[in-house]
């Protein structure tokens, strides 16, 4: 089992900044990339960056990039996602998630944190 768990939500003006954190614990070696997701009220869950352990390698949705940047600390087994320039379209509860290097999909998922981004 893998156990990720989110904080570092709140409210925030847009144009403002938010950084996310994630930590897991548990099986860490089971993990071979971490994800951020959202879902806005009445939409579906959506893609936000990923980040792989091993390499560092980045992925952003179109929606983000060049706004949002993940990194990770592996002593500490932290994933973070450092939210600039935001939007009240990124108002969203935001979800940590974990991926096994043999699935095609995250498998553990934290509880989530609230975003909100007022105009």
């Known amino acids: 089992q893998v156990q990720p768990v989110e904080s570092g939500g709140g409210l925030v003006e847009a144009g403002g900044s938010l950084r996310l954190s994630c930590v897991v614990s548990?099986?860490?070696?089971?993990?071979?990339?971490m994800g951020w997701f959202r879902q806005a009220p009445g939409k579906e869950r959506e893609f936000v960056a990923a980040?792989?352990?091993?390499?560092?390698?980045?992925t952003y949705a179109d929606s983000v990039k060049g706004r949002f940047t993940i990194s990770r600390d592996n002593a500490k087994n932290t994933v973070n996602l450092q939210m600039d320039s935001l939007k009240p379209e990124d108002t969203a509860v935001y979800y940590c998630a974990s991926r096994s290097m043999y699935l095609s999909r995250y498998d553990y998922w934290g509880q989530g944190t609230q975003v909100t981004v007022s105009s």
């Open positions: 980040i792989t352990w091993s390499t560092g390698r980045t």
């Open positions: 548990g099986r860490t070696s089971n993990s071979y990339q």
